[in-house]
């Protein structure tokens, strides 16, 4: 009988990280370099974006540091999927940015490389920003925790099923679902 292989998961996310701590080289737990030591099938790539705004990082810089952590992957033969940024009650500009950036890496990050596959792979981005935002940008009441960055159990749902309904065909290309 052939071997059916089973789906498991890592998490190796650190609260606080901007795309600096992510990239090749930074010897920070949870880099793209632990995550390709842990030979995954998949990585899936999650930055709400507001610590890099914060730390002065331009849009192009945030894109760039994001392809440099798939180009890593890739290298190693691991498929990189990318969530979009994340609403925040900050102020208008910052919300208007976040927003473009998350635009910006859909269209930047819209297909990607997986193995196995001559042409390239869609869909692999996730956009969170657009369900969690309300009209103004910030997060939704709804999925607001209350301090206007954070999200509720009902924020983290709508990430899990909007996640889900993009990683989940890929995942059961590789391995028997159910």
């Known amino acids: 009988d052939a071997v059916v292989p089973t789906f498991s998961s890592s998490n190796l996310a650190v609260g606080g990280y901007t795309t600096v701590e992510l990239l090749p080289g930074s010897k920070a737990h949870g880099s793209i370099d632990d995550a390709i030591s842990e030979r995954p099938n998949l990585n899936l790539g999650s930055l709400a974006g507001s610590n890099d705004l914060s730390a002065g990082t331009s849009q192009s810089t945030f894109l760039s540091r994001l392809t440099s952590v798939r180009d890593a992957a890739k290298t190693a ?3 990189v999927f990318f969530v979009s940024t994340a609403p925040k009650d900050l102020s208008d500009s910052e919300r208007s940015a976040l927003r473009d ?5 859909s269209t930047t990050f819209a297909t990607c490389w997986v193995p196995e596959r001559a042409a390239a792979y869609e869909p692999c981005f996730i956009d969170i920003f657009a369900p969690l935002a309300n009209a103004s940008l ?5 999925y607001g925790a209350g301090d206007g960055i954070h999200l509720n ?7 899990f099923e909007v996640a889900e309904a993009i990683v989940k065909p890929y995942v059961c290309s590789r391995v028997a679902c159910r």
């Open 101 to 105: 950036w998350a635009a910006a890496m």
């Open 153 to 159: 159990h009902g924020g983290h749902a709508t990430i």
């Open 138 to 142: 910030g997060i939704a009441s709804a």
């Open 77 to 79: 033969g691991v498929p």
